[in-house]
DNA sequence: AGTATATCCTAACGAACGTTAGTTAGTGAC
DNA sequence: GTCACTAACTAACGTTCGTTAGGATATACT
């Protein structure tokens, strides 16, 4: 146990619906554990192997090579963080700083939830080669466009003030997937408190008015 | 050139005061760029060699081993953008805004002109091993501290208010770490664009008063 | 009982890895 | 001319890598 880890959590779990049954998912879920701790390039099949309780030639019966492995912890990753933040948001209501609220807590609680999926997926996704790629960048490009639309929104209705729009989306992702890196449960914060202030700086940083929900013109207030 | 790249930055290049001279210096920005974009695990010393135009024996001319070549990189960067936050916080006023905007101007402006730097450093640090990492967790620990003590003094002073101040703390460490990701010389938005528009972001996040530098509602200065 | 199938194994392949030993070419001093 | 020094080289070391071939064992069906 170093000081010196690459996140804070220790515990790798995957979602029952995407954990296959039998070996595979301890396969599946020890490579989680291995490329989250240790990266993609330096975990090797044998480390995975051992770390799943089979020999490193019986990986092969369950996935075609390493990169495989690789390509289904990130579209998982990818399509559980879109799943959850997609839902949140239909589940909230029609005002920009609503769906906001519900984006970023939404987009915490997977980061707080799963820290070894979303480092995996973001930080070895550039490992991956186009073919195998192309699905996770897909939905990858639709959580941005989605977090993209509602500041949008909250823009033409006047909600919201930002100088260059992108930048804020920038600063809310950036600032949510960091989390994943020094979160830990037993942490002096709790999953749900980070969520809920994480939400509240989202919202600080658009400059959400206070003003009730009804229709606005352009016209910003201070 | 693929659409997948681990940053958007192409070129390394180091300060000319933490550049070695000679093939040393050659050998170190190569290992930059190489590190960078493809992590620490996956380049080899021979990728580093030819890219610095040498064969992979030479490389042990100037450094002892692979590993020291990065301890090298993560001191290098993490002692640049403590360097570049505190001479900015020094040179601003007594006023925590001031300094808050003074500090992440400087983070950002380092996140902008360093990607690569910041990405190894921050990366691969978990790679090094106690005794070559001691040198640079120390720099880490005070560019966080210093950003703490400034939002520390600001909510003293009632000029800023926060939940939990550490997640301010994370969170406005976190948006401007991701900068170096993304952000790309050509881009749409210049560096200084960027240094100012987080700059007022994390204002925002501390929820900083309008008021005068004056003394506060609740408390006093020292 | 005999066969098919699934699962995991042992053993090893060729390639690439970080690193080292020993050598060669170029330079300036005497 | 030769000596000492520097900086680069060629070649190879032992190890580990991702991966594969082929055999063993257990269960399921006929």
């Known amino acids: 146990m170093t000081i010196n880890r690459r996140l804070a959590a220790t515990t790798a779990h995957l979602l029952p619906e995407h954990k296959p049954p039998g070996s595979t998912g301890r396969v599946l879920e020890a490579a989680l554990k291995m490329f989250a701790e240790h990266g993609y390039a330096a975990a090797s099949m044998r480390d995975l192997a051992s770390a799943a309780g089979v020999k490193p030639a019986t990986i092969y019966a369950h996935y075609p090579s390493k990169e495989h492995i690789l390509a289904e912890l990130c579209r998982?990753?990818?399509?559980?963080?879109?799943?959850?933040?997609?839902?949140a948001v239909l589940g909230?209501?029609?005002?920009?700083?609503?769906?906001?609220?519900?984006?970023v807590r939404a987009h915490?609680?997977?980061?707080?939830?799963?820290?070894?999926?979303?480092?995996v997926a973001n930080s070895?996704?550039?490992?991956?080669?186009e073919t195998l790629g192309a699905a996770t960048f897909v939905i990858?490009?639709?959580?941005?466009?989605?977090?993209?639309?509602?500041?949008q929104r909250g823009l033409d209705a006047g909600i919201f003030?930002?100088?260059?729009?992108?930048?804020?989306?920038?600063?809310?992702?950036?600032?949510?997937?960091?989390?994943?890196?020094?979160?830990?449960?037993?942490?002096?914060?709790?999953?749900?408190?980070?969520?809920?202030v994480y939400a509240g700086f989202a919202l600080?940083?658009?400059?959400?008015?206070?003003?009730?929900?009804?229709?606005?013109?352009?016209?910003?207030?201070k």
Chains 1, 2 share one sequence.
Do not use: C, N
Not at 170 to 189: E, K, N, Q, S, T
């Open 76 to 87: 998982i990753g990818h399509e559980e963080q879109y799943r959850a933040v997609r839902t």
């Open 92 to 103: 909230s209501g029609a005002d920009p700083r609503d769906q906001i609220v519900a984006y």
């Open 108 to 119: 915490v609680g997977f980061h707080t939830t799963y820290p070894m999926l979303a480092v």
């Open 124 to 129: 070895e996704l550039h490992v991956l080669g």
């Open 140 to 151: 990858r490009r639709q959580s941005e466009d989605l977090l993209t639309d509602i500041i």
């Open 161 to 196: 003030d930002v100088p260059v729009p992108w930048l804020a989306v920038a600063a809310i992702g950036g600032m949510g997937l960091r989390v994943a890196y020094w979160f830990a449960p037993d942490y002096h914060v709790t999953a749900a408190q980070v969520a809920d």
């Open 204 to 221: 600080r940083i658009l400059a959400a008015s206070d003003k009730p929900a009804g229709r606005s013109a352009s016209k910003s207030r």
